[in-house]
C-alpha cells in the first residue's frame, strides 16, 4: 500500500513522519509544486532566476485578473438576474393594480348611472324623497328602486276633487238687509255694485 494511500486513512500520520491527508490532497500538491518551481534551479544564474520569476509573476497576475474577470462577470449575470425578476414583479404589480384602478373606476361609473336612473323615475312619478332614499341609502338596483316607485304611485290616494262650500251664517247674515222696525214695507233689496257707483257719483255731484 502507498504511503499517501495510508496517510489518507490515518489522521495523525504526520506523527510519524508521513505526510497528512491535507497535504496530499491535489490543491497542497499543486501548491508544493509552485513552491517548488519558484525555487532557483542549480543550473539556473541569477539573471535567470529573476527572468524566470518576473515571467512567472507576470502569469499569475494574468490568470488572477481573468478569475476576477470571470467572477464579475459572473457577478453582472446573477445582478441582472435579479433585476430582471425584480422588473418582472414591478410590471406583475402594475398591472394588477391597474386592474384594480379599472375595476374602482366602472364600479363607480355604474353606481352613478343606477343613481341617476332612480332619481329620474322619482321625478316622473312625483315621488323625488321616496326616489333619493332608494339611490343613496339602499343597495337596490335600479329597476327593483324603480318597480318599488311604480308601486308606490300606485297605491298612491287620488287627490279629492273640491267640493262647493256652503256659506256661512255670518256670510249670510252681512249680504242681508234687516228691515225698518214698524215698517210693514218688504226690506230693500241690497244695492249692486253698479247701483252703489252711480249712488256715489250723484251723492259728490250734491244731488242727494
Not at 446573477?78 to 364600479?107: F, L, S
Amino acid at each position: 500500500m502507498k504511503l499517501s494511500k495510508i496517510a489518507s486513512a490515518m489522521p495523525f500520520a504526520h506523527f510519524l513522519g508521513l505526510p497528512s491527508a491535507s497535504a496530499s490532497s491535489p490543491s497542497a500538491a499543486a501548491r508544493a509544486e509552485e513552491d517548488e518551481d519558484r525555487k532557483q534551479r542549480e543550473d539556473e544564474s541569477d539573471d535567470e532566476y529573476a527572468k524566470r520569476m518576473e515571467e512567472q509573476d507576470k502569469k499569475d497576475e494574468e490568470a488572477r485578473k481573468a478569475e476576477q474577470e470571470e467572477k464579475d462577470k459572473e457577478a453582472k449575470r446573477a445582478e441582472e438576474n435579479d433585476d430582471d425578476v425584480d422588473a418582472e414583479a414591478d410590471d406583475k404589480d402594475d398591472k394588477e393594480e391597474g386592474k384594480r384602478a379599472g375595476r374602482a373606476q366602472g364600479a363607480r361609473q355604474r353606481e352613478r348611472v343606477r343613481c341617476a336612473a332612480i332619481v329620474a323615475a322619482g321625478i316622473k312619478s312625483g315621488m323625488v324623497k321616496q326616489a333619493c332614499a332608494f339611490a343613496f341609502d339602499t343597495n337596490m338596483s335600479a329597476a327593483q328602486a324603480i318597480s318599488a316607485l311604480v308601486v308606490g304611485a300606485e297605491d298612491r290616494p287620488a287627490a279629492a276633487a273640491p267640493t262647493s262650500r256652503k256659506p256661512s251664517l255670518d256670510e249670510r247674515m252681512s249680504h242681508a238687509r234687516p228691515a225698518n222696525p214698524g215698517s210693514s214695507a218688504p226690506a230693500a233689496a241690497e244695492p249692486s255694485l253698479a247701483d252703489r257707483i252711480v249712488a256715489a257719483g250723484k251723492l259728490r255731484r250734491g244731488e242727494i
